[in-house]
């Protein structure tokens, strides 16, 4: 027998032993049929929440049978455990479902992972059984589908892996449950807002932020209410300065916020009002509330217009309210001298979340801090509301109906409304009896007395109407009249609610008010939406007067409550409308409007002729949401939004990939013109997010290529957001251009006329650009040398100081610029968010400090100015009070963290600059090191008292950068190579010296296990920490190709590092990366500098030289290395090709020309040219005739010197042709030989001396003789962030170029164009399939 065989056998024996358990065995038997039989009904349920009730209930009698477990596994303890933590699983979905209370979407994909897992379960419980002596015939006939389960026996599952298996499939339908019942505001957050992005036309009726829709009071009534509001706002001592309204739903809030907003505009106290929607973008937040209240502001204050300006430009990409209230809203309001008073209505309305920071933010700044600004606050009393508000002494809370008095004159209120609105019917359906009923069924709500006399003033049978409304006896009052109300709309046929269904169920779905041509192209199979919605005038708003067009006519909810009570399927039974359902068509509409909308070259469909990097975007954007078909701009913004709640559904990814594969590019055109690029990046990362998850469960249909196709989007978006915030319509050239080959965006839109880019075979390829798995991501948005970095602690947030004297904060997961902090006038030198996170400080050549706040970059407080020279680095104390700071002059200085107040006399500890400070993480010790070579360090003391020095040591090299590792009392630290010594023993150990390599940063991870230090040599070195005892030498994980690393720093949880380098940079890195790194750096020693490229005659070849002295041939057309790197003994500034292409001329200064073979890179002829003193190439030009040569020096003169075949010693003709600094550094001669053009200049030189050409023609001449339709444009960096490669053409084909290329550092030949990096990178580029397709 096998040893599988002895085992089944001894088993099954041990289950016969139990067959005659007596009591025991029945037992188990009848809770085991019980549990069986529990488990069976959940597939019998009508909807999810059902099946999750019956499984809740049916679980502790699964535990309670697992603990009558008879046999010697243990791990039936086990399950029974797992199923308890199960048990609370399912309840917390149970819950999660009942609180949505929302109809079911009969799609939903969660009844199939629940019946796996009940399925899985079944097994698990059967083998139970099994094991426990219970066999087919100890279980009923009439229960025959358990016999089948029983009979599984053993062969149901390995019994190790029940825990597994049962565990696995919960998570799955976790999973999908998070995903079919998502967050109220999760796929609504950052996908864009109305008033911001898409759009859309207001009018009489429409919900607006400036709650327009809303009427006011009628004249005498409502009198007691306003003459309090009245008292309040004319008191003039300012201790209550805000006025809260509140009461239940529909008591007519809102009517009187309309009326004293009226009032208040009159006697020129207004200076906003903001009217609370939710479920529409834009009206729904409080971020939505400071951008509206700034624009308000800037319009009712003009002296207010200049600083406002800039930050509401910005409020597109921010979406921290902290941020945005201090700049937009406590500032400017802050700084009136008038009294002034801004009217919030609904503020129940508002996302829970930002309600509460609405409300703790209006509290602590204008409690009682500023009498002459007041609020006048309208809401439902939610607990949460309550809560903060009632027991505060700046806040009058107030009530439409608290008191008697009040009460009776909102019933007398009411009464004037109701018979002011019969008066105006014709045959009006009410006598005195009547009129007191419906006082009754109004129940104090002004909302069910509008809704009622809506219904009766469109009806031809208004008694009968009446009536009915009256004697309705179901439900509440309002819900009753809602639910009277569509079914008097609706005939009884099926296929008149289906397409109320649609209708009202896009009106709620969308993320901000549509037109009716849009829920038309929604709702194509209802035959007239107009006609539906009119039919429920009572209940929507229709903006506009009727006899606007569809497209002008938007539609919206009149109140809450009627949403509400479509949404709940408690209240509106088989009313309840399905969101899931709304979405996906919605989705599906966005999808087809895209399809059919979104065309290549949208810009200038849209502005009417060519753009320019000067064009107007603004009046593209207004011209784009006009003039374009209903529902596109709405789809380019919010398709994503409507698309994550429906990511289920069968045949969606379809959808989703035609967008990437076929409309990628001009959605993303639309969508910056709609300035929607930083929430669109958001929501393609969250997108990407759910497909991930997605491809967690079985029978998924999104596919690597899917999710990759969001990374490329992002990392896309990532790379240009700055060149497309100002020039959208370069999406089709730039961006792509500079794609990898093997990317999915390349592959797909990169077109044969494109440019096409080759790179030239040097050490160091292009960084950056290819976008493949495991790449980093590049931040582009300085436009100088970055100095320093540093991570939020919360590892949401990237802060960078450039020596283009500005410190920008940066999304670290989407990459997305979030806010440029400006006010440095130099240099910046360091920067640190505060131990909180919630601050930044930065510090500045220009010899102070800042600190900002991280959520809306204001600058707290003035500056404070460094003692002596500017600070250089700084660090927080363990306990946030000091702040201790290393200057230029070497002094350490130790400041209160929160005033700047010095607190003790600087201790000059360096001569010299400081490098690096860095604080224990036990608070125990501080650690300096300078330019000196001194690591000293120091007993940290408390608060106001001084530091204590304790000891030093030297080295003979600077100290570039210096950092305690977490938890210990090692330092880390660079001077040249890497050591670390110990606080108390003070033994230094050097871990990696190189003479030639200089490590300029170090960063430490979190967890103490590994160490990065950049170089000077474009390396980044990852260290184990366990190596650094000096023993076992260095763990190195690559060098990886990039510019000189200026500064380093890890993510909190140590999976990430971000790096800052001097070609203007950021890069994010996985800490996972290969061993073998994409950018590798293939041989050693300093890096060359690269100085000059140049064409050769017929355009085929060019040539680089670098300070190294070594030059470099390419064939343009493959990129491939035809010859070098050839030494030729001395430094290299210019390089030039003889017109034969046999030769080339190179050098440092005039006397070291030298002609070189270009075939093998023989030395033809050293030092060519005889000249007196010093003076360094700038250029170097043949004629097209190879008899003149031209020379550029430092000295700005250019001289002309006669050549012949033989390279005989030349003599010079013609000197001192003096140039101006500026232009691009391209030598021309002119094929005549008569002219010579350089740096947009032009001579005459057919005969000494030479002449320059008059300034009427020397543009004319300097075109003909380059003979190039290209140009580049080395200073439109300073606006747009780009170089550019002007192509006369088409402004639209001009190239935008990274600003790692420097422009100093470029060849022009006709259609192509060379570009090299100060560092080595060199790139082709060939525009010649532009000019001939």
């Not at 009534?221 to 706002?233: H, L």
């Not at 035809?1122 to 034969?1140: D, E, K, R, Y």
């Not at 040569?1189 to 001192?1216: E, G, Q, R």
């Amino acid at each position: 027998m096998t040893a599988l065989q002895v085992h089944t056998a001894v088993e099954i024996s041990k289950i016969h032993d139990k067959l005659d358990r007596g009591p025991q065995k029945q037992k188990l038997i009848k809770k085991a049929l019980s549990v069986f039989k529990g488990l069976r009904e959940i597939s019998k349920q009508n909807t999810i929440l059902e099946a999750f009730r019956e499984l809740v209930t049916t679980l502790p009698s699964a535990v309670e049978l697992l603990d009558l477990n008879d046999t010697e596994y243990s791990v039936w303890q086990d399950v029974a455990s797992a199923l308890l933590n199960h048990h609370t699983s399912f309840e917390e979905l149970t819950t999660k479902l009942e609180n949505a209370d929302m109809q079911e979407d009969p799609k939903n994909p969660i009844g199939s992972y629940l019946s796996l897992f009940v399925s899985e379960l079944e097994s698990a419980l059967s083998i139970f059984i099994y094991l426990n002596g219970v066999t087919r015939r100890d279980i009923p006939r009439e229960l025959s589908n358990i016999q089948t389960l029983v009979d599984k026996g053993l062969n149901g599952m390995v019994l190790s892996n029940i825990q597994s298996i049962l565990t696995s499939a919960l998570d799955k339908i976790k999973i999908i449950t998070g995903l079919y019942t998502p967050d109220a505001d999760e796929t609504v957050s950052h996908l864009g807002r109305s008033s911001v992005f898409a759009g859309s036309a207001t009018g009489s009726g429409m919900i607006t932020p400036y709650g327009a829709q809303h009427k006011r009071c009628l004249p005498g009534t409502r009198i007691v209410v306003i003459q309090q509001i009245d008292e309040w706002i004319n008191s003039s001592q300012g201790k209550q300065p805000i006025y809260v309204l509140g009461d239940v739903a529909g008591t007519g809030k809102s009517t009187i916020a309309a009326e004293v907003t009226y009032r208040w505009e009159k006697e020129q106290l207004l200076a906003s009002r903001f009217f609370f929607s939710r479920g529409n973008s834009g009206t729904s937040t409080a971020t939505d509330l400071c951008i509206h209240l700034a624009r308000d502001l800037s319009v009712r204050y003009p002296h207010l217009q200049d600083q406002l300006s800039k930050p509401l430009e910005e409020a597109a990409s921010i979406f921290q309210f902290d941020k945005l209230w201090e700049k937009l809203v406590f500032e400017p309001l802050s700084q009136l001298t008038e009294k002034t008073v801004l009217v919030i209505d609904g503020l129940d309305e508002c996302t829970p979340a930002s309600r509460e920071d609405f409300l703790e933010a209006l509290l602590r700044d204008f409690g009682q801090s500023n009498p002459l600004v007041h609020f006048f606050i309208t809401t439902r009393l939610e607990d949460e509301i309550t809560s903060l508000l009632q027991s505060r002494q700046d806040v009058v809370l107030a009530r439409v109906q608290q008191t008697e008095q009040q009460r009776r004159a909102n019933v007398r209120d009411i009464a004037r409304y109701i018979e002011f609105e019969f008066e105006k019917m014709k045959n009006p359906p009410m006598n005195h009896q009547s009129a007191q009923r419906l006082l009754e069924r109004a129940d104090g709500l002004f909302i069910f007395a509008s809704t009622v006399c809506a219904v009766l003033a469109k009806s031809f049978e208004r008694q009968r109407l009446f009536d009915d409304i009256l004697n309705y006896k179901g439900f509440t009052n309002l819900d009753g009249l809602y639910l009277g109300i569509l079914q008097r709309v609706l005939p009884s046929d099926p296929f008149s609610r289906q397409a109320l269904n649609d209708v009202l169920g896009v009106i709620l779905a969308a993320r901000e008010p549509l037109s009716i041509a849009a829920l038309q192209a929604c709702c194509p199979n209802v035959s007239s939406v107009r006609g539906i919605v009119e039919s429920l005038g009572s209940v929507l708003s229709l903006g506009g007067e009727l006899q606007q067009s569809d497209a002008e006519t938007f539609v919206s909810i009149i109140h809450q409550t009627f949403r509400d009570f479509l949404l709940q399927k408690k209240r509106s039974c088989d009313y309840a409308l399905n969101v899931h359902t709304a979405h996906s068509t919605l989705a599906d509409a966005c999808f087809q409007t895209l399809q059919r909308g979104l065309h290549p070259r949208m810009a200038e469909a849209f502005s009417g002729g060519e753009v320019t990097l000067d064009t107007d975007l603004d009046e593209i954007s207004t011209s784009l949401r006009a003039k374009s078909e209903p529902l596109l701009c709405y789809s380019a913004v919010y398709w994503i939004s409507h698309t994550i709640p429906v990511l289920y559904l069968h045949g969606l990814h379809e959808e989703i990939r035609t967008i990437f594969t076929e409309k990628l590019t001009s959605w993303v055109e639309v969508v910056a013109l709609l300035r929607g690029l930083t929430p669109i990046m958001t929501g393609l990362s969250r997108l990407q997010d759910l497909m991930k998850r997605y491809g967690d469960l079985p029978g998924h249909q999104f596919a690597n290529a899917d999710t990759q196709w969001c990374l490329e989007a992002v990392r896309l978006l990532q790379n240009n957001q700055t060149l497309l915030q100002s020039a959208p319509w370069q999406v089709y050239t730039s961006p792509l251009v500079f794609l990898g080959e093997d990317d999915l965006i390349s592959k797909h839109y990169r077109l044969p006329q494109f440019p096409i880019i080759r790179k030239a075979a040097v050490p160091l390829s292009i960084s950056g650009f290819s976008l493949n798995w495991g790449e980093p991501i590049t931040l582009r948005g300085h436009r100088l040398c970055i100095n320093c970095v540093d991570w939020s602690v919360d590892g949401k947030c990237i802060a960078s100081g450039s020596d283009d004297h500005t410190v920008v904060l940066w999304d670290a997961v989407t990459g997305a610029n979030l806010i440029t902090l400006y006010g440095h006038t130099g240099p910046i030198t360091c920067v640190k968010f505060s131990p909180s996170g919630a601050e930044v400080v930065s510090s500045s050549e220009d010899g102070t400090i800042r600190r900002w706040k991280r959520d809306d970059g204001a600058c707290i407080g003035d500056p404070w100015k460094s003692v002596e020279g500017a600070a250089r680095c700084f660090a927080f104390s363990s306990d946030s009070r000091d702040l201790v700071y290393g200057t230029t002059v070497g002094l350490v200085c130790r400041v209160d963290a929160e005033t700047g107040r010095l607190i003790e006399t600087p201790q000059r500890a360096h001569v010299g600059p400081v490098n690096a400070l860095s604080i224990s993480s036990d608070g125990a010790y501080m650690a300096t090191a300078g330019d000196d070579g001194a690591l000293w360090m120091w007993y940290w003391t408390p608060h106001e008292k001084p530091l204590v020095p304790s000891h030093t040591r030297r080295h003979q090299s600077p100290i570039l950068s210096a950092t305690f590792i977490p938890n210990t009392s090692t330092i880390v630290y660079t001077a040249f190579g890497l050591y670390t010594c110990d606080v108390l023993s003070f033994g230094t150990n050097g871990i990696q010296k190189d003479e030639e390599e200089q490590h300029t940063c170090i960063a430490v991870s979190n967890d103490m296990e590994s160490i990065l230090t950049g170089s000077n040599m474009q390396t980044i070195w990852t260290w184990k920490t366990e190596v650094l005892d000096g023993s076992a030498g260095h763990i190195r994980h690559g060098e990886m190709a990039y510019a000189n690393i200026r500064c380093l720093a890890y993510s909190p949880n140590g999976r990430s590092f971000v790096s800052g380098s001097s070609d203007s940079t950021l890069k994010i890195w996985e800490t996972d990366l290969p061993s073998t790194p994409a950018f590798a750096f293939p041989q050693r020693g300093r890096p060359s500098m690269l100085m000059m490229l140049a064409f050769s005659h017929d355009g085929e070849s060019v040539a680089a030289v670098g300070s190294d002295g070594a030059f470099k041939i390419w064939e343009f057309d493959t990129g491939k290395l035809q010859l070098g790197p050839i030494a030729t003994g001395s430094s290299l500034s210019a390089v030039a090709f003889h017109p034969n292409g046999q030769f080339l001329a190179c050098g440092k200064t005039i006397t070291d020309v030298s002609i070189w073979s270009a075939f093998n890179g023989e030395p033809i002829r050293r030092n060519l040219l005889n000249d007196e003193g010093y003076k360094e190439l700038y250029a170097l030009e043949f004629s097209s005739n190879g008899r003149l040569f031209a020379t550029a020096d430092h000295y700005m003169n250019i001289s002309l010197w006669s050549f012949d075949p033989t390279f005989t010693v030349p003599s010079c003709i013609i000197t001192n042709i003096r140039f101006s600094p500026d232009g691009p550094n391209a030598m021309v001669f002119d094929p005549s030989q008569q002219f010579l053009t350089y740096r947009n200049q032009a001579w005459y030189i057919g005969q000494p001396p030479a002449s320059q050409v008059p300034e009427e023609h020397r543009e004319q001449l300097i075109d003909r003789i380059i003979g190039s339709p290209l140009h580049y444009d080395d200073y439109a960096a300073k606006k747009h962030g780009r170089k550019w490669i002007d192509v006369e053409s088409s402004s639209i084909q001009s190239l935008a170029v990274p600003l790692e290329f420097d422009g100093r550092r470029h060849a022009i030949f006709g259609g192509r164009i060379a570009l090299g990096a100060k560092l080595g990178d060199v790139m082709f580029i060939d525009f010649r399939p532009t000019f001939h397709p």
